[in-house]
């Protein structure tokens, strides 16, 4: 074990705009790229450090946050953190080959460094897996229904279908998507201002090429959803961990962390990955610091259309006065994920970049698709299939947590969202401290299950106050007996039972 490298000095200029714990970041990216810092070293302790630099701890622990969510650093409990062991070597050779400071992206749509850790615990692609978060229900989606509509564009004599597609996305569907949008999530907008992508990373990337410049940085909710974290890191944009209580984002403490942030990226409605819907008084706090200095507000909307307590909440771009609100929904989670449609509705002021940036990127969707699923809704089938959907998802969600329930008794907590196709779980501590919970889910994996462990959705993992948990999905549970068959099988991986014991794979339905 290496120990504290004396010669690392981590200077900071309190005269420069840039927050303090950002200029932390950089000097040890700088340090790491330089050779200063070689993987496996220890770093300073936060207490030290803070000493050192006469600020906050928070401050300190702020950026080794961002600095353990990006991959440079590795905390050890109580060993201490150290430069991660696994860095690529395109990072530790940059001082070697004579480049002054850490490597840099030139701007989000050229990539930043690669993220050395994976921001998943579990592979989503591929065959899908029992209690898979975001996977909706594959065994009712009417798949000859969708057939025949597909082969009907199919056959027409439309060439439109064979052609290169329109960047924007295919007409009437953004047409469908204005009018649905207006009746069930109160969002007002015309077609032109829709942008079809080929999924919410395609959209995140065509967002962020249009509005973003190098080193934004965006308020990110924490925990937050793994899958934007990871595409974020890697644009060049700079991640500032926001706090998530009952009430969803903190925008107080979001403020009091980096008020000149330029961006806020939300799952109001229902927060991933613990469901919480962002209140009102926060929405029209997050609105008003947007609208006070030009800011954008990324408003992710991925599965608004399943509510179990209540209506449908109106989404926060219908309470956007003054256009500083990007709105993004998917058709992943109501239709299929192998589809890759989902969309993005632009603020007016935006559109003219966006459409010139879309076109820069041949970023249009097969028009085939495009074309049946605007018939699909055209002809009612989406608005039937929703109703239909929610109401299997409300059956569903209690079978499974009425199951964990049985199985775990008090040694976990349950507390069911008010909407969602997946939620979040708690382990209760026992004697000897927190649950693993990352070994937890590798066990499952191993018996075939396809849960998350919840404490990689924060910022900082590995803390002892992390929360430990499960995130898993359970609209493809189809009946009291599956539920508590799957239940059983993850208390005996809480147990640390052989997996081969209590396996839960066999096809889906």
Not at 362 to 385: C, E, K, T, V
Not at 439 to 459: F, I, K, Q
């Amino acid at each position: 074990m290496n120990a504290p490298n004396p010669a690392l000095r981590i200077e900071i200029d309190r005269h420069k705009p840039i927050p303090i714990y950002l200029q932390i970041c950089e000097r040890f990216r700088t340090a790491i790229a330089a050779g200063h810092l070689r993987p496996g070293d220890r770093v300073p302790a936060l207490r030290g450090l803070a000493l050192q630099l006469n600020t906050a701890r928070g401050t300190v622990e702020l950026a080794y946050t961002i600095l353990v969510d990006e991959g440079y650093l590795l905390m050890r409990g109580a060993a201490g953190t150290f430069v991660s062991p696994s860095l690529p070597e395109s990072i530790t050779r940059a001082g070697r080959d004579g480049r002054q400071g850490a490597p840099r992206a030139t701007g989000p749509s050229r990539g930043s460094l690669p993220t050395p850790r994976p921001p998943m615990a579990v592979e989503m692609s591929g065959e899908p897996r029992p209690l898979q978060p975001g996977l909706p229900a594959l065994d009712m989606f009417p798949r000859k229904l969708w057939n025949r509509l597909v082969s009907r564009r199919a056959r027409s004599a439309d060439r439109t279908m064979l052609a290169y597609p329109n960047p924007m996305g295919y007409r009437a569907l953004r047409e469908h998507i204005a009018t649905y949008l207006g009746l069930a999530r109160g969002v007002t907008c015309v077609p032109e201002q829709v942008f079809v992508t080929g999924g919410y990373r395609a959209t995140l990337e065509l967002i962020l090429r249009s509005l973003a410049s190098p080193n934004d940085r965006v308020w990110f909710e924490d925990p937050g959803y793994l899958l934007a974290r990871s595409f974020l890191t890697e644009t060049g944009v700079q991640l500032v961990p926001v706090p998530i209580d009952e009430d969803g984002m903190d925008v107080e403490r979001g403020m009091a962390l980096d008020p000149q942030a330029r961006f806020a990226l939300v799952t109001p409605s229902h927060q991933a990955p613990l469901g919480y819907t962002l209140s009102l008084p926060r929405r029209m706090a997050l609105l008003d610091w947007a609208e006070k200095a030009a800011r954008w507000i990324i408003e992710d909307d991925y599965d608004s259309e399943f509510r179990y307590v209540g209506r449908p909440l109106p989404a926060l771009k219908s309470l956007d006065r003054h256009d500083r609100v990007v709105y993004c929904g998917t058709f992943s989670k109501v239709m299929f994920p192998g589809l890759r449609l989902a969309y993005a509705v632009v603020p007016e002021r935006a559109v003219e970049r966006v459409e010139r940036v879309a076109g820069s990127m041949n970023a249009g969707s097969p028009a085939l698709l495009q074309a049946a699923l605007a018939d699909f809704i055209a002809q009612g089938h989406f608005a039937r299939h929703v109703k239909r959907m929610r109401t299997l998802y409300g059956e569903r969600r209690m079978l499974l947590a009425r199951a964990l329930e049985n199985a775990f008794g008090p040694r976990m907590l349950v507390e069911l969202p008010p909407g969602g196709i997946q939620f979040a779980v708690q382990f209760t501590q026992g004697a000897e401290g927190p649950v693993d919970d990352v070994a937890v889910a590798a066990r499952a994996r191993e018996a075939g299950l396809a849960v998350v462990p919840l404490s990689t959705w924060y910022a900082n993992a590995r803390l002892r106050r992390t929360p430990r948990g499960l995130v898993m999905g359970f609209a493809n549970v189809a009946d009291a007996k599956e539920a508590s068959r799957l239940a059983q099988t993850l208390r005996a991986c809480l147990d640390g039972a052989p997996a081969a014991a209590h396996s839960a794979s066999r096809p889906q339905r």
